[in-house]
């Protein structure tokens, strides 16, 4: 099993930077994939970005394509998601998630309990 807490949500102005972070306990955390989505209010559970276990491949969502970047440190056991130029429409509860690979947020076996994202324009 795998406990997950995400930190580095905040407010931050239109075109700013924030880097989340996922820290997991638990000792199988480098066999998971690991994701991140965003949850907007009124709106659906959204995929951001993925990354398998072992940091070897990532892939995005068009929205934050080239403007964010996932990574892993598995002796830590944390993963994080770097986000570059941000705009308001970023704004969101951001969650981290373990599980199998997809952007499918239904196919996540473990969740945090997010950091809200804030971008003022």
């Known amino acids: 099993q795998v406990q997950l807490v995400e930190s580095g949500g905040g407010l931050v102005q239109a075109g700013g930077s924030l880097r989340l972070s996922c820290a997991a306990s638990?000792?199988?955390?480098?066999?998971?994939?690991m994701g991140w989505f965003r949850q907007a209010p009124g709106k659906a559970r959204e995929f951001v970005a993925i990354?398998?276990?072992?940091?070897?491949?990532?892939y995005y969502a068009d929205p934050v394509k080239g403007r964010s970047a996932i990574s892993r440190h598995n002796a830590n056991n944390t993963v994080y998601l770097q986000m570059n130029s941000l705009k308001p429409e970023d704004t969101a509860v951001y969650y981290c998630?373990?599980?199998?690979?997809?952007?499918?947020?239904?196919?996540?076996?473990?969740w945090g309990q997010g950091t809200q994202v804030t971008v003022s324009s």
């Open positions: 990354i398998t276990w072992s940091g070897g491949t990532t």
């Open positions: 638990g000792r199988t955390f480098s066999s998971y994939d």
């Open positions: 998630a373990a599980g199998r690979p997809s952007t499918n947020w239904r196919q996540y076996d473990y």
